[in-house]
């Protein structure tokens, strides 16, 4: 193995300090430390592009047409990644957002 290459073995396998039963024993305890961490969360329904002309002549009452069909899934960022797209809901005259489905690393296509 030279510096400029990765032993793929070598993450297949626990740390030899590890055992295996102490991956399967990790519970939500176990991330305490980051509980506090502050993360930004956007739910984005839809974009537009404008000039600045047409911003200005926006006013109460204006509508803007977006990128997306009404029902379609909104996406939801998490420190301006995406991780998740889901649907706008209703809660106690609020409004929130329930995630229907989970992004995996680079797949924004599903």
């Given amino acids: 193995m030279t510096d400029e290459t990765l032993d793929l ?4 396998t626990p740390p030899t300090s590890m ?3 102490d991956f ?3 519970t939500a305890h176990d ?11 956007s739910a984005v329904i ?5 000039s600045v002309s047409q911003l200005l002549k926006l006013a109460n009452g204006s509508i803007l047409e977006l990128d997306r069909k009404v029902g379609e899934a909104i996406d939801i960022y998490v420190n301006n990644r995406l991780v998740a ?8 005259e609020r409004l929130g957002v329930t ?3 989970i ?3 680079g797949d924004t296509n599903a």
């Fill in 24 to 26: 399967e024993e990790k």
């Fill in 19 to 21: 055992g295996q039963e």
């Fill in 103 to 105: 992004i995996k690393d």
């Fill in 9 to 12: 073995q070598a993450f297949e």
């Fill in 46 to 50: 839809g974009k537009t592009s404008l």
């Fill in 31 to 41: 991330l305490a430390p980051v509980f506090d961490v502050p993360v930004q969360i």
């Fill in 99 to 101: 995630m229907t489905e």
């Fill in 85 to 92: 797209r889901g649907e706008v809901v209703v809660v106690d």
